[in-house]
């Protein structure tokens, strides 16, 4: 998985983000991932881009939001 625009973070916050994000390998995954956080997100936003494309909006730590973008 590629991560993006994660400049804001300190470096340790940046290495927990992206071997947390690692595994994930599709929307299941994500799904899974977000119910493990504390509080859990049981019902990410999606956004419908076009037929195949949605941009899955899952709010993080420190008022962050992380926006995964799923075919």
Known sequence: ?????????????RAVLQSSLAPLRNLGDLLEWARQ???????????????????VLVPYAGGRWLDFDTT
């Not at 998985?1 to 916050?13: A, F, I, K, Y």
């Open 37 to 55: 956080l504390v509080p859990p997100v049981l019902s990410p936003v999606v956004v419908t881009q076009d037929e195949y494309t949605h941009d």
């Open 1 to 13: 998985m590629e991560v993006q625009g994660l400049s804001q973070l300190t470096d340790r916050d």
